[in-house]
């Protein structure tokens, strides 16, 4: 799914995603009001704390945008503001999506999100106000709520700028699911102590270790000095070592929850254990191996030599996700077992719990509370003292903690019952206690409220909205939709295209190929995007920058639609790389396809018989192949390799490692012969990956002299719209833009 922040900020320089999420809460949630789950108040009779489901946010002068593309269930533009007698002025004006979407092949998602207390129309400058979208600038001012039939809402779209709340400036953000959809996606990690949990993976790997675990010293296919033998693949002699650090043999003497994480190559590995009342704590500092991911493809290949697929599995996921399997059911890892011992543990067993962040890790803070397990859910003051004191607590961890709480708690946007809702509120000492506090209160929420019976339950689990969407930002999982946005609008080539020399062509590739051929290969897509690590916005946006281009906007699967089938001897590119042999001659069967067919573990044999024609074949025409081929090939290195004649040729690292260094997108021109000047973008970390994986031998030219890198960086830049939140494009004065020149958004219906 594809979700981002309603506030979006620039990224500081190596800034993590976890130090984004602090500056973000530091720097645009007020922490003295509105707080999540419970907002507390003093009274004279002592505190109350009211449920309250989303957070207040300030602006700052930042327009507030959908977190993710969906439908519009309602809205309201208010002409102006409304006043609440003894508290002051407020906004009425919101907007509420249903987000309709997955997380993975079996997990289907709905969830709402919502955006309460917008500026009102008459607030609102010109430039603020020609920021939203058309829908929404011209619609019809004041207090009715607006239901629109399938009004779409895109990720990023501008819903308006941080309106008042008595006052001050706020705007109220919650994320919630009704029962039946929240039962849907929640996974209760806490009931998994062996074995697996869902098998739509998604973020970090956990295992739960149970206590009493014999830890080695050192990894038991490292040789004397500590190394590891790597091969490319079985049978060539690309062979190199890799150092592996040294443990410590010992034994764990508790139970132990490790969070494991892949990120611009190096592996993370945090241990946890249960700490004083029932809270988790750290166990020392994080493990980290340097490159361990940017290995996994040689690393695979030699401990799993039967089948390295099945191999990268353990390896990446702690379990074998795919169809292959391999004989050696092992996957030793460096782990920390105590505050001053790390050592190596094969996590394959059973015995070990081997989950996702599709399970919501419960060590990580996850917990479901619905407070009408234990009284009545038709009251909107909360009475858990569990949940009260993490809200009035003011410490770091209680602060963490409440984060990941996710509470079943009745809306406060529904004016049907209030006088049940809130009946404590009128007792003595209370402060809604005189008639007159109380129809002024009664008239406030009438004009906010906008639930109805359409949304279901009154009763919804709320989630900390920031919170959910860093949860989510994680998944790398493309719905169809998604999936279809990534095919430009608009492309353009370079001249020499379409018999024209002098000039570049313009053109709009259509959609509905794409929507043909996703409808039956999206899942084995976003498997392959999930195996191989291609799950960061920036490494979706180089891969498909070449797999769109390269199967003619998600049209073939084969080069030329195999109309040239003598293409090669017939080894005519495949898949979503158009895996391919361009010499179309075995070489001993050192070729693409012959990498491929032992990184499944077969072992073909030359010249080729017909099982090696099968296997060929299945590239461009298996979802599976297709997919999985092309995502092989991105991460497997040396792609071309020195020789005698060509001592000079690079050797070619995996694209996802060019992905991952940063580079300015730079701003060329192309007259076309129809539409005038057009606008591409070159960026070297995307031109890197272009080459690596169409023309090796190049990655070192800049730019490289290789096939359709314009029209492929078009489609990249497109990509950039779709998957990053914050890519700039410089304008021909060389100011950054958020949107390309000529750029047209792909909107799917």
């Known amino acids: 799914m594809l979700v981002s922040y309603p506030i979006l900020m620039a990224r500081q320089a190596n800034e993590s995603d976890e130090a984004y999420l602090e500056r973000l809460i530091t720097t645009h949630v007020n922490a003295n009001e509105g707080r999540y789950p419970v907002s507390s108040v003093n009274t004279p009779a002592g505190p109350v704390h009211r449920w309250h489901g989303g957070i207040h946010l300030t602006g700052n002068g930042e327009p507030i945008r959908a977190i993710a593309d969906g439908v519009v269930v309602a809205f309201r533009f208010a002409a102006a503001v409304e006043t609440y007698p003894g508290q002051g002025d407020y906004d009425t004006s919101f907007v509420l999506i249903r987000h309709t979407t997955k ?15 917008l500026a009102n129309r008459s607030s609102l400058q010109a430039d603020r106000l020609m920021q939203l979208p058309a829908w929404l600038r011209q619609a019809t001012s004041g207090p009715d709520v607006v239901h629109p039939a399938h009004q779409l809402v895109w990720r990023k779209d501008v819903l308006g700028f941080a309106g008042t709340l008595y006052g001050r400036e706020a705007c109220h953000f919650e994320v919630f699911a009704t029962e039946a959809s929240f039962n849907a996606f929640w996974r209760d990690s806490a009931s998994v102590t062996q074995g697996s949990g869902s098998a739509d993976f998604f973020g970090r790997a956990h295992f739960v270790i149970p206590a009493q675990q014999q830890f080695a010293a050192s990894h038991p296919n490292a040789d004397a000095q500590g190394r590891l033998l790597i091969q490319d693949s079985p049978g060539t002699q690309n062979d190199v070592y890799l150092a592996v650090p040294a443990g410590q043999a010992g034994q764990n003497p508790e139970q132990l929850f490790v969070s494991v994480s892949l990120l611009e190559g190096r592996r993370t590995a945090v241990t946890y254990r249960t700490g004083a009342n029932g809270t988790y704590e750290q166990v020392g500092a994080p493990v980290t191996q340097d490159d361990y991911e940017y290995e996994l493809f040689r690393l695979s290949s030699t401990l799993y030599a039967d089948c390295p697929s099945a191999g990268w599995d353990w390896l990446r996921f702690g379990r074998v996700l795919g169809p292959e399997a391999t004989q050696t059911r092992q996957n030793w890892q460096l782990v920390r077992y105590s505050p001053d011992a790390v050592g190596y543990i094969d996590l394959a067993p059973n015995a070990i719990a081997k989950l996702s962040d599709a399970d919501f890790p419960h060590w990580l803070g996850w917990e479901r509370r619905d407070e009408g397990q234990a009284t009545s859910a038709t009251d909107g003051i909360c009475d858990d003292a569990p949940t009260i004191a993490l809200s009035t607590a003011t410490d770091d961890t209680s602060r963490l903690k409440l984060r990941h709480l996710i509470c079943k708690a009745p809306t406060e946007w529904d004016a049907g019952d209030l006088a049940t809702r809130y009946a404590r509120l009128r007792d003595p000492g209370q402060p809604l206690e005189t008639d007159t506090s109380w129809q002024a209160f009664e008239q406030h929420v009438q004009h906010l409220a906008f639930w109805n019976a359409a949304l279901g339950d009154r009763s919804v689990w709320h989630f900390h909205p920031l919170q959910f969407i860093d ?12 999936l279809l946005q990534l095919v430009p609008q608009n492309i353009i080539r370079k001249p020499g295209s379409h018999n024209s020399p002098s000039q570049g062509h313009w053109e709009s590739p259509p959609i509905g190929p794409a929507n043909t051929l996703l409808s039956t290969h999206a899942t084995e897509l976003n498997k392959a995007l999930r195996k191989f690590c291609i799950d960061t916005p920036i490494r979706q946006a180089c891969f498909f920058g070449n797999a769109v281009q390269e199967t003619q906007w998600f049209r073939f699967l084969r080069e030329s639609n195999g109309t040239q089938a003598t293409l090669h001897s017939g080894w005519y590119g495949r898949g979503y790389l158009q895996l391919t042999n361009p010499n179309g001659a075995i070489n001993g069967g050192n070729n693409n396809y012959y990498k491929y067919f032992r990184f499944l573990g077969h072992s073909p044999v030359t010249p080729p018989g017909a099982q090696e024609i099968t296997w060929r074949d299945s590239i461009g025409t298996d979802a599976y192949h297709a997919a999985h081929s092309a995502g092989a090939y991105w991460v497997w290195p040396n792609k071309s390799v020195p020789t005698a004649q060509t001592p000079n040729r690079p050797q070619v690292d995996s694209a996802n490692k060019y992905a991952d260094v940063t580079a300015a997108n730079q701003r060329r021109t192309i007259a076309t012969t129809a539409a005038g000047n057009k606008s591409w973008y070159y960026n070297q970390s995307f031109t890197n990956c272009a080459a690596a994986v ?15 890198l314009v029209d492929r960086s078009t489609a990249f830049a497109n990509a950039l719209m779709v998957l990053d939140d914050m890519a700039t494009f410089p304008d021909a004065q060389g100011t950054p833009q958020r949107i390309p020149a000529d750029f047209v ?3 799917v219906t």
């Open 745 to 747: 958004r792909r909107t």
């Open 471 to 482: 949860h989510y930002r994680r998944c790398g999982w493309r719905s169809q939709r998604e």
């Open 103 to 117: 997380s993975g092949e079996n997990t289907d998602m709905v969830f709402h999100s919502l955006y309460m207390h």
């Open 694 to 708: 169409n023309y090796p031998a190049t990655v070192t030219q800049n730019p490289p002299d290789m096939n359709g």
